[in-house]
């Protein structure tokens, strides 16, 4: 939840007229009010909400616990009749300053709500607008609250044990008993005051680890003077031009006692303030706003972009929804999706094709696109047109387009400098780009329409995942959903029976697995939506729905295992091959000449149909699938046509739960378009966010210098010979208010968690590992580590560090919360890694980067090899970050892989590693290497970690020969000599000595840094 400066305004404005705590005494009193919902009438429900200020409920409800909304779900709130239910509702005589809407959850479920009179819908707006802000009452009084069970204004020893337990904090109960009683000093002995209890409160969070540094910079005085803190920002946390007027302003800011401002020191209480605000966050705060070069062309830049936009859920049944372009928009996304298809009333309409999706007017979207595109920024925005409609819908389609759309079409002004080069994001500020096929040029201008290639239309189905329509009057809806249900089960059985046969195809199972036993829950959401009256239709499956028939010689096969991490995150999706079928006759489309003009830069192009005539607009669209492959075979020649022309890749068709793959392999050979299903929460989105953080969340990111000239090996065991290496030196020192899991392995016991931190690295294939520090037992409040981690890193353009906590179980680890930031963003000195979605939860950390010059030696630079390697077993081995990211087909090892085969280890041995996944208390946990390497196979799915399911790290080696591609992109990419940069790459290699030496030297930062900083 985001607020501008005129939203804040705002809410300063309507503040100030409703008193928030009459609003909030009205809310929590209840409100009775109409709930509309799509085809059905109002329902009347008493709304309220809750003591803790945490959620809204109503009733009657058959949800009962259930029927609640929580505040921190709530995106926005909007006032008067906006919402797609409020419209279907035209016929009501509604008021509308009676009428608000509340969109919530990831998928931007709309609540719509009538109130008696316009007072009581002002008062709830302004109540929710203030929650959503984030303003709240000091936290020793919220815990007071919370902690007196019976209301007497009181706290007794008890009660403060219950409040620990709560805290997460297993302190000795003679320290608790301790300081209750040096807080305890009014003539009411034996009970605490909330005076008192903020004395206690003050003591239990004292912070030691930041109370020894600031004794460390003040000559062992408790405060430190202007010319100390000036020391400590300079040495620790690598600031330039410290001045004391700066330094005075932060006293002034953060300092709470008014002697101490008086005195211009700044006390532990200042000190901690400062060091837990934005200002000591991990992430550069200049990276909040766009500081790139953005005049460069666009194939220089990743493109922020979303896959079936437009859906909320799964690509079958899921709900289609305009407002989910609004929340992209607003979330950064710069290219976004919208399938069109013939509509009744000659009228377009969006949604999934041969699915059971939703559909909304292409009308509607084009509108909504139009209010939200350059809302947050300025920047274009790329509308990926996937055209399935006839010549009149078309020409409905570009009419709309241009009546809604307007200047923001009118690309005559925009000047790239160079033809044969495409205008730069700054130059197309304000513009919408059309992504779609154009007629050839030999047809003449005066053709209305032409046929053009249909073969990379980027999101149609695979035939044998089609829903084909038949209007039949003797089936109904009820026996369409069990012949899907049916053709699902023996869809499982199938691959179960072929599991034995051929063990690589179990993702199949795993991925129809996941989406069946959701199918029940998905399949009641989507009857209880359906309006009322609809014409009865049915529709009726392909006989080999989803069926697999085994191919020869071209099956690409897959590999995918559950990822602890990505299944406690809620994010499943395991993917399925998919079979190239050749030898078909090419599909064609027809294509009419207003629609035609609309694309300038950026024409949908076929592998097959691409011409390296110097000309750049063509945009060339994979799946995941095919990219896999170009980026397994050919990655530098991939890199060479993505420094000229753009990419789209978008997921595997057989991702029905809308998973989402590893974008990481693609932007490493410079693919732009990496399209993701935004609706979908989870680590791939995760990586996504980091990744366009790091300029601002503006949609635009340039590319590394590397990418954007030249080409290298990404499968290289030192892919960038002649640039220096970043080391990154990690002390974890402490966490504050960390949570108890929300979904722990042993169930809801109450019990104190036993937190770890992991972190990883995610990048170039030699870069990815994993670390971890020991476990702190029964300390979730404020458990201490003080443990050092190190990493080196190749290419840290590209890379990704990602802050995992753990609570360690006796049979496994749950899940407490995460950070992932881009390498670049990341700021020296002591910083506070606060954990997404959760207020106060964080880790402390001293972060150092140094740069190491000269041939490496992996032995002193990571800890995760072995001296096997180090002697050089593995030499002319490719190594492998992570399972899933380029791999080699299984068939094509080369002799000295063959020699090389790791067994696996047993059920015992996992079960035995699992157990002992996070070290106990006082014992270091040491890297695996080689050696406990598991082989894994070639892999067409969302890639995951090259670790157990204990974050041990595994690499594995493949070989740099790889079979021909049968895709039609052959005629292309995969064909062809390497670039005269590989080949000078390959002699510097060769003339690399042996024996060079480690020359490290400590950096500042390598990322702009703030005023401050600099």
Not at 205 to 234: C, G, I, M, P, T
Not at 694 to 722: E, H, R, W
Not at 792 to 803: Q, S
Not at 888 to 917: P, Q, W, Y
Request: charge should be neutral; glycine fraction near 6%.
């Amino acid at each position: 939840m985001c607020f501008n400066g005129a939203d804040l305004e705002l809410l300063t404005f309507i503040l100030i007229s409703f008193p928030v705590e009459r609003c909030m005494s009205v809310m929590q009193s209840g409100t009775q009010m109409i709930k509309l919902k799509s085809g059905t009438k109002g329902l009347v429900r008493l709304f309220y909400l809750d003591e803790h200020r945490t959620c809204i409920r109503w009733r009657p409800s058959r949800k009962s616990e259930k029927a609640k909304i929580i505040i921190d779900s709530i995106y926005k709130v909007t006032e008067g009749r906006q919402s797609e239910i409020f419209h279907r509702h035209a016929e009501g005589n509604f008021d509308p300053s009676c009428c608000f809407t509340i969109y919530h959850g990831n998928h931007m479920e709309s609540l719509d709500l009538i109130t008696s009179n316009p007072e009581e819908a002002r008062t709830w707006i302004t109540g929710l607008k203030y929650l959503m802000a984030g303003i709240s009452d000091e936290d020793s009084l919220q815990t007071f609250e919370e902690a007196d069970k019976n209301g007497d204004g009181l706290l007794n020893i008890e009660e403060i044990h219950q409040l620990m337990h709560k805290l997460n904090v297993n302190l000795p109960r003679r320290k608790v008993r301790q300081m209750f009683q040096e807080a305890d000093t009014d003539e009411n002995q034996g009970t605490l005051t909330f005076e008192e209890f903020s004395v206690f409160y003050k003591m239990m969070s004292l912070r030691r680890d930041l109370y020894l540094l600031l004794l460390s910079y003040s000559d062992k005085k408790d405060h430190l003077n202007v010319e100390e803190f000036a020391q400590f920002l300079k040495v620790e946390q690598k600031m330039n031009n410290v001045t004391t007027d700066y330094c005075l302003d932060i006293i002034r800011k953060f300092e709470v006692s008014e002697e101490n401002k008086e005195q211009n020191v700044l006390g532990i209480e200042g000190f901690t303030n400062f060091m837990r605000s934005p200002a000591c966050d991990i992430f550069n705060p200049l990276h909040c706003e766009v500081h790139q070069d953005m005049d460069q062309p666009l194939c220089n830049y990743y493109i922020a972009s979303s896959h079936n936009t437009y859906l909320t859920g799964d690509q079958l049944l899921s709900q289609s929804k305009v407002e989910m372009y609004a929340r992209v928009l607003q979330d950064g996304c710069r290219c976004i999706e919208v399938d069109c298809w013939d509509g009744a009333d000659g009228e377009p309409v969006v949604h999934h094709g041969y699915t059971l999706t939703s559909k909304i007017l292409f009308k509607d979207v084009v509108e909504t696109i139009n209010k939200h595109a350059f809302v947050k920024n300025e920047f274009p925005v790329i509308l990926s047109i996937e055209n399935h409609c006839s010549i009149q819908q078309q020409n409905k389609i570009a009419q709309y387009l241009k009546e809604i759309f307007g200047d923001k079409l009118d690309l005559s002004s925009v000047n790239s400098g160079d033809s044969r080069q495409l205008p730069s994001p700054q130059s197309l500020k304000g513009k919408i780009l059309v992504k779609g096929k154009k007629l050839p040029y030999h047809l003449g201008a005066d053709a209305e329409e032409g046929e053009v290639s249909d073969e990379d239309s980027a999101d149609e189905i695979e035939d044998d995942c089609k829903l084909k329509l038949c209007y039949s009057n003797g089936t109904t809806e009820h026996q369409i959903e069990s012949f899907i249900r049916k053709k699902l089960e023996s869809l499982i059985k199938e691959s179960q029976i072929r599991d034995k046969e051929d063990p690589d195809s179990f993702t199949v199972t795993a991925l129809l697995k996941a989406t069946h036993e959701g199918l029940n829950v998905n399949l009641k959401q989507n009857s209880d939506i359906k309006e009322s009256g609809k014409k009865s239709h049915s529709r009726s499956l392909m006989g080999n729905f989803g069926k697999h028939k085994k191919a020869v010689k071209s099956r690409s096969k897959s590999h995918s295992t559950s990822d602890d991490e990505e299944s406690q995150q809620n994010s499943t999706g395991k993917e399925a091959g998919q079979l190239h079928r050749l030898g078909r006759r090419r599909k064609t489309m027809k294509l009419c000449r207003a629609l035609s003009d609309l694309v300038v830069y950026t024409n949908s192009v076929a592998a097959q149909d691409i011409i390296d005539d110097g000309t750049t607009g063509n945009v060339l669209s994979f799946s995941e699938t095919r990219a896999h492959q170009v980026v397994q075979q050919k990655a530098e020649q991939f890199m060479l046509y993505n420094q000229k022309q753009l990419t789209r890749i978008y997921p595997s068709a057989y991702r029905i739960d809308s998973s989402n793959f590893n974008p990481l392999p693609y932007w490493t050979t410079g693919c732009q378009l990496v399209a993701l299903n935004y609706q979908s929460d989870g680590r791939m989105m995760q990586l996504n966010q980091a990744k366009f953080r790091m300029n601002g969340n503006c949609g635009y990111v340039l590319k590394p210098q590397q990418i954007c000239k030249g080409t290298f090996n990404p499968f290289s065991a030192d892919p960038l010979p002649a640039n220096p290496k970043k080391q990154l030196i990690l002390k974890i020192i402490s966490g504050q208010q960390l949570p108890k899991p929300p979904d722990s392995m042993l169930g809801d016991r109450g019990e104190i968690i036993d937190p770890f931190v992991e972190v990883e690295i995610i990048g170039l294939p030699v870069d990815c590992c994993k670390d971890q520090t020991r476990v702190v037992d029964d300390n979730g409040f404020n458990p201490v580590w003080e443990e050092t981690l190190t990493f080196t890193i190749h290419m840290p353009e590209i890379a990704l560090v990602r802050f995992l906590v753990w609570d360690h179980d006796p049979i496994g680890r749950d899940f407490v919360g995460q950070r992932t930031v881009a390498f670049s963003s990341l700021v020296p000195g002591y910083r506070h890694v606060y954990l997404e979605g959760l207020t106060e939860a964080s880790i402390f950390v001293h972060i150092t980067i140094n740069e190491i010059y000269g041939k490496w030696s992996p032995l002193i630079l990571n800890p995760s090899y072995t001296i096997l390697h180090f002697l050089g077993a593995t030499k002319s081995r490719q190594l492998i970050g992570f399972r899933g990211l380029f791999h080699k087909n299984s068939k094509h090892h080369s002799a000295e892989n063959n020699g090389h085969c790791v067994r696996k280890r047993s059920i015992g041995d996992r079960i035995l590693r699992r157990t002992a996944s996070a070290p106990a208390k006082g014992r270091k946990k040491s890297k695996m290497g080689f050696q406990e390497t598991t082989e894994f196979k070639d892999s067409v799915s969302e890639p995951s970690e090259l670790k157990d399911k204990e974050g041990v790290l595994r690499r594995t080696a493949r070989s740099l020969q790889a079979r021909p591609s049968s895709v039609p992109v052959d005629k292309y990419l995969l064909v062809g000599s390497s670039s005269p940069e590989s080949e000078k790459l390959k002699g510097a290699k060769r003339k690399e000595s042996t024996s060079g030496k480690m020359f490290p030297k400590t950096e500042v930062s390598r990322a702009p840094l703030p005023k401050s900083y600099s």
